[in-house]
């Protein structure tokens, strides 16, 4: 039998919830004076690892709708971090690209994953772990 959580402190959404919370307001003091927010460095992080790329693969890789990722770009490309050019081979999709100003940010944005780690007071083994169980429920196999 399955009891159900008598409090919301008990309940996973709740916890998960708060997870989510305490990561983006670790990560805000490294990426403020960067004069990124966390939304921003997830985009980032997501173009250093292949760019350009259009929008739309863009917000898949980040399982973000184009209504979110659209703004992200938008302010982004306004803060000379990234280039919207139209495809060549298609004029209907945006390709996003680093501007030097955005890759130069590579290093520092590289720092930031073990600095999270102290503060969370997790081993390699511990993050790896937490990490394989938050993207199987978020990307469960079918």
Same mark, same amino acid.
């Given at each position: 039998?399955?009891?159900?959580?008598?409090?919301?402190?008990?309940?996973?959404?709740?916890?998960?919830?708060?997870?989510?919370?305490?990561?983006?307001?670790?990560?805000?003091?490294?990426?403020?004076?960067?004069? $990124?927010?966390?939304?921003?460095?997830?985009?980032?992080?997501?173009?250093?690892?292949?760019?350009?790329? !259009? /929008?739309?693969?863009?917000?898949?890789? $980040?399982?973000? =709708?184009?209504?979110?990722?659209? !703004?992200?770009?938008?302010? $982004?490309?306004?803060?000379?971090? /990234?280039?919207?050019?139209? =495809?060549?081979? &298609?004029? @209907? @999709?945006?390709? /996003? =690209?680093?501007?030097?100003?955005?890759?130069?940010? &590579?290093?520092? $944005?590289?720092?930031?994953?073990?600095?999270?780690?102290?503060?969370?007071?997790?081993? &390699?083994?511990?993050?790896? &772990?937490? @990490? @394989?169980?938050?993207?199987?429920?978020?990307?469960?196999?079918?």
């Amino acid at each position: 039998m399955i009891l159900e959580p008598k409090t919301i402190s008990t309940q996973l959404p709740f916890a998960l919830y708060g997870a989510a919370n305490r990561m983006v307001r670790l990560h805000k003091p490294f990426l403020e004076p960067l004069g $990124l927010t966390f939304p921003q460095y997830l985009v980032i992080l997501a173009l250093q690892e292949g760019a350009p790329l !259009p /929008v739309g693969e863009l917000g898949a890789r $980040l399982g973000m =709708d184009t209504g979110t990722i659209t !703004p992200l770009v938008k302010r $982004l490309e306004t803060a000379g971090f /990234v280039t919207r050019n139209r =495809d060549p081979a &298609d004029e @209907r @999709r945006v390709l /996003v =690209d680093l501007t030097p100003r955005g890759r130069a940010l &590579d290093a520092k $944005l590289r720092s930031i994953p073990g600095k999270i780690k102290t503060a969370c007071q997790l081993t &390699d083994r511990g993050m790896e &772990d937490l @990490r @394989r169980t938050l993207e199987a429920l978020a990307h469960p196999a079918t």
